[in-house]
């Protein structure tokens, strides 16, 4: 099924679906996955492509996208994607204007990976797990070169080395979803997928992996995709501010409400109980999504949504969920949802405003409702 998706610039493509366009599947199709891209998308092939490894304590390695099928076991995690800066429109319009892509509530997908470990490829390259020769912490960065940004020569971000290792993070390098080859769009031939930790790490049409004792120099790492504190209030005021605040990693806790979507006229049953629907994210580690509650009376009381939770789930997925909310009638009404993980994080009313507008997670929100 094509989903007609709102897009924001041609070159280079970025654009999500209507949020109720997501919530149709629980494995989204790479045909309804929301795109962000900061430069333009490279030609590749699967058959001259290689992976290039190197850096601190490993043997330079290539490994071409057929060795990394055949040489090493397969690994299947089911996790969400989500960009940094989804749910942007909300923090702008809520609290105050940021700088960014305009994302409403859409650019997130949640997909079945399959490829080799990222921890077994790096113990062919030779990494020691527990490194003794230095106590430094190693980072490993994540490079593509094939294309010029907008913003640096080529792209490349960077995560601490931990995070790649840690059997349970489930780190792997991708080179199909949901059973079928990654599209172009996607990071064909092979992406990084990191559960947990926000899209912009999970580097596309990977050319290199290098570990090292420092994060990425890139600007997409240094200069973008960090929540600045709130005294950085325009690109000037900010630049005291990169330098010292780390960059973004785990995603935060998140609900959504796709059904019904802003705006609408909603037209209440003989039994005053109207269905609202969307989907729910954990916070980095701590999943899976345990609790989504709504409310239709501006957060004076709350009912319990009910979790759709198919075979295949695991904590690092998204959770459709749907509730049964009594509503009045009346104008300019909101409904709002919050959701709770197993480590304990809830959504707040809103979250800190930052220059940049990433990592909005405040309340789920259906903005001036008409209620007949």
Request: net charge negative; with cysteine; proline share 4%.
């Given at each position: 099924m094509t989903v007609q998706k709102h897009e924001y610039t041609e070159q280079p493509l970025n654009q999500e679906p209507p949020t109720k366009a997501l919530i149709d599947h629980f494995l989204t199709p790479q045909d309804i996955g929301y795109d962000r891209n900061h430069g333009p998308i490279p030609p590749l092939s699967d058959e001259k492509h290689t992976i290039g490894i190197r850096g601190v304590g490993l043997h330079p390695l290539g490994l071409t996208v057929d060795q990394l099928h055949s040489e090493f076991s397969q690994h299947t995690v089911t996790c969400a994607l989500q960009c940094a800066g989804n749910r942007r429109h909300t923090m702008r319009t809520l609290l105050k204007e940021v700088q960014g892509i305009d994302w409403g509530d859409a650019a997130v997908m949640n997909c079945k990976w399959r490829g080799p470990r990222l921890r077994d490829v790096l113990l062919r390259?030779?990494?020691?797990?527990?490194?003794?020769?230095?106590?430094?912490?190693?980072?490993?960065?994540?490079?593509?070169?094939?294309?010029?940004?907008?913003?640096?020569?080529?792209?490349?971000?960077?995560?601490?080395?931990?995070?790649?290792?840690?059997?349970?993070?489930?780190?792997?390098?991708?080179?199909?979803?949901n059973d079928i080859p990654l599209t172009k769009n996607h990071g064909y031939p092979v992406r990084v997928v990191l559960p947990g930790i926000v899209g912009v790490r999970w580097v596309k049409w990977l050319e290199r992996i290098t570990i090292q004792d420092h994060e990425s120099p890139n600007v997409y790492q240094q200069r973008d995709y960090k929540v600045l504190p709130p005294d950085a209030t325009d690109s000037k005021s900010a630049e005291k501010y990169w330098g010292c605040t780390p960059p973004m990693y785990d995603v935060p806790i998140n609900s959504v409400i796709a059904v019904p979507s802003d705006g609408e006229t909603v037209t209440v049953p003989p039994s005053g109980m109207v269905e609202v629907k969307g989907y729910a994210i954990p916070e980095g580690a701590d999943g899976p999504v345990t609790q989504v509650q709504v409310s239709g009376d501006g957060g004076h009381s709350w009912v319990e949504a009910e979790l759709n939770t198919p075979s295949g789930s695991s904590k690092w997925c998204w959770v459709l969920w749907r509730a049964s909310v009594r509503m009045t009638p009346g104008t300019k009404v909101d409904l709002l949802s919050r959701a709770t993980d197993a480590g304990g994080n809830s959504q707040k009313e809103h979250s800190q405003w930052n220059l940049r507008g990433v990592g909005y997670s405040g309340y789920g929100r259906a903005k001036d409702l008409t209620v007949v």
């Open positions: 390259a030779g990494l020691l797990i527990n490194p003794s020769s230095t106590d430094r912490q190693l980072h490993a960065a994540f490079s593509c070169y094939k294309v010029e940004c907008q913003d640096d020569s080529f792209f490349e971000t960077s995560v601490p080395l931990e995070k790649c290792l840690e059997e349970d993070r489930d780190a792997i390098l991708a080179l199909e979803v």
